[in-house]
């Protein structure tokens, strides 16, 4: 097992989807159910904070950027520094075509950006655990 993969071959793959959307979170959680994840969905940073201390623990967390409460890379700098017992796979979701610093991204914590519209396949495929039911495909 790899520092990100904290799952236990019987189960599906725990995600975090942390997005202010309402329409774009319930589509994508959707469509991860549907690709054998188990998702929970919040809609802001403080939401997500909470929902990684209070919860399950999560093996991916996808983060939107533009958040209503705070940044999409600040929240992935606070998960990095929360005392957890496995380090989550965290990607970064954004609508902006932006210049991102790879030290930077590895910096605050984040594995991978993608880039909106997401292409659900290519999401699925880069993750950890490729097809995303238990322990990937």
Not at 55 to 78: C, E, T, Y
Not at 118 to 128: F, M, Q, S, T, Y
């Amino acid at each position: 097992m790899s520092e990100h993969d904290p799952n236990p071959a019987h189960r599906p793959r725990r995600i975090l989807l942390v997005d202010d959307n309402a329409d774009g979170r319930k589509a994508m959680t959707k469509v991860l159910a549907l690709q054998g994840f188990e998702v929970t969905d919040v809609p802001d940073g403080a939401s997500a904070l909470e929902a990684l201390a209070t919860g399950p623990p999560f093996d991916i967390i996808l983060i939107d950027m533009l958040l209503p409460d705070i940044d999409g890379r600040d929240v992935a700098r606070q998960v990095r520094d929360l005392k957890l017992d496995h380090h989550p796979y965290v990607a970064l979701i954004t609508g902006w075509s932006f210049e991102a610093d790879p030290q930077e991204l590895a910096d605050c914590g984040i594995d991978q950006v993608f880039l909106k519209p997401v292409d659900i396949h290519e999401l699925v495929k880069r993750l950890p655990g490729g097809a995303g039911g238990p322990g990937g495909a």
